[in-house]
């Protein structure tokens, strides 16, 4: 099992992202992409386990060691698509597959159905639709999205006194994680401050959505990939709700023992993890 990774910082034209990156030179490329306020230590369990693949894990912009976006600038869902573009744009990759979870699963839905011709292969963990809305309900959104972010100027982020203290935020987090993922996470994400450490990330990252996709928007992006996919689903994560929409379609499921982050929350799961991934990628 391969645990190096080599730490890169990746100078693209719009912004710079930092990354880990693992596995054979000449094999897979692969880009994984973490969750909503994670970094990529989101698959420091997952990515010595994974066989034949040159593995690529952004700290997505806002994230981790990546540059923030600047002023002005958001954080949605198809900026995180180009971004990915040109990161494949950087190593010289026409083709390449995808490894998403959560967040980083939904985006990687939305460019495999937006540029089905570069991506070869799609691995979701515990993600697959984005949070959507309805048209009637857009114009309060927007409102509501100003309002926030009209407060947020000059909004300090917390400061937590200890590590320590961190870490336990982090494990009582919007899904829940083990002490160890905590501490991985919390390892990239970390930053020494005046008074303890605080989080890495962008504040604006947790600023309300201005605007959200239809769900006949979230459902056209799914039809339109074309890609083989291997879907993980864990048995107590977000995808629960979604049972029978996901019965019906033309997926890889595999559904796993874990919660949402059940490839980083210890041994076990990351091992049923990437065993499914490893599968995956061995089929013709």
Request: charged share 20%; with cysteine; aromatic share 6%.
């Amino acid at each position: 099992m391969n645990s190096v990774f080599e730490e890169v910082r990746l100078n693209l034209p719009h912004i710079e992202l930092a990354a880990l990156v693992s596995g054979p030179e000449n094999s897979w490329p692969v880009i994984a992409l973490h969750g909503w306020l994670d970094n990529a230590n989101s698959f420091a369990r997952l990515l010595p386990r994974l066989e034949g693949l040159r593995v690529v894990a952004l700290d997505l912009a806002g994230h981790g060691h990546s540059a923030h976006r600047p002023m002005g600038a958001h954080y949605s869902l198809w900026d995180y698509c180009y971004d990915v573009l040109a990161v494949a744009e950087h190593f010289g990759w026409e083709r390449f597959s995808l490894l998403g979870h959560s967040m980083g699963a939904i985006a990687s839905v939305m460019l495999a159905g937006a540029a089905p011709e570069r991506v070869e292969r799609l691995v979701l963990i515990d993600g697959l639709l984005p949070m959507t809305g309805e048209a009637e309900g857009a114009p309060q959104r927007l409102g509501t999205a100003m309002k926030a972010m009209a407060a947020l100027v000059g909004k300090r982020k917390a400061v937590h006194a200890s590590i320590d203290q961190a870490v336990v935020a982090r494990m009582r987090g919007v899904a829940a994680v083990s002490r160890e993922a905590a501490e991985l996470l919390a390892r990239r994400g970390l930053m020494s401050v005046a008074g303890g450490y605080t989080w890495r990330s962008d504040n604006r990252l947790t600023l309300p959505s201005p605007l959200r996709l239809t769900q006949a928007h979230a459902e056209a992006f799914i039809a339109q990939v074309v890609c083989p996919v291997q879907l993980v689903v864990a048995e107590e994560g977000i995808l629960k709700s979604h049972a029978a929409y996901i019965d019906g379609l033309p997926f890889q499921t595999m559904q796993l023992p874990g919660g949402h982050y059940l490839h980083l929350n210890d041994d076990a799961g990351a091992e049923a993890v990437a065993a499914c991934i490893n599968r995956f990628f061995a089929a013709p």
